[in-house]
């Protein structure tokens, strides 16, 4: 079957999400779009994930747990969970090991954090949009461990994508599945890898289309990220 997708859409914990970004507004307009399965991957944190996941409740829409991590070599990686407790201690890891650095909201904006009927219930005061201290094997490695799936952000995007930073992606990091921002640069960057079109979404206007599919047998968070396992 085709399950229609965005794999990458932020919310209003990312400080350059619009604060339009609450988890039902994101629920609504994935489901409007006709989507059949979102994820919530904000900048080095998954505050906002179990909200989203339970907006979602009582629609068709499956909602994946994540985040786009920031590696030491400034590359942006998606990492995806189906269970949300390893989701959590990644994202334990992860925050341990960025900068001391707190959030200017009136340069970067707030990084809301909302329950599932869109109410605020606080602010992180960390600064998330910035490099955490695990490079991009070690952080490999360490979703890999935790039953996760990891690709690579936008790879043809010249900044922060893991082409731009080492030149090309190392064979070592078998990763099934890579992001390319721009459709006519499937062709050439994803001939070793399955593709994947995302939005990027900081906006509810930029959420994908119906547009985007993967065929899976079941219709599952499980059999989604097994697909994007596989090349």
């Not at 990891?150 to 893991?162: C, E, L, N, R």
């Amino acid at each position: 079957m085709k399950l229609y997708y965005d794999l990458h859409i932020h919310t209003c914990l990312s400080p350059c999400g619009d604060e339009d970004m609450t988890p039902n507004n994101i629920v609504n307009m994935a489901c409007i779009k006709g989507l059949d399965v979102i994820a919530i991957t904000d900048h080095n944190n998954a505050a906002n994930v179990k909200a989203c996941i339970e907006a979602a409740r009582g629609t068709d829409l499956l909602v994946i747990g994540g985040m786009e991590v920031e590696t030491s070599e400034e590359i942006h990686a998606v990492v995806l969970f189906e269970d949300l407790g390893a989701l959590f201690e990644v994202e334990e890891i992860i925050q341990s090991s960025l900068p001391a650095i707190k959030n200017k909201p009136d340069i970067f904006g707030e990084q809301v954090i909302m329950n599932s009927n869109d109410e605020i219930t606080g602010y992180d005061n960390r600064f998330m949009i910035t490099a955490c201290g695990l490079d991009i094997f070690s952080l490999y490695t360490l979703v890999s461990q935790k039953g996760g799936v990891i690709f690579p952000a936008h790879i043809d995007k010249s900044s922060y994508s893991i082409i731009s930073n080492l030149g090309s992606i190392p064979p070592e990091l078998k990763f099934g599945a890579v992001e390319v921002k721009k459709k006519e640069n499937n062709a050439q960057l994803g001939r070793d890898y399955t593709v994947i079109n995302n939005s990027d979404a900081h906006y509810l206007w930029d959420i994908s289309e119906r547009e985007n599919y993967i065929n899976i047998t079941d219709r599952s968070v499980f059999e989604v990220l097994h697909k994007l396992q596989q090349k």
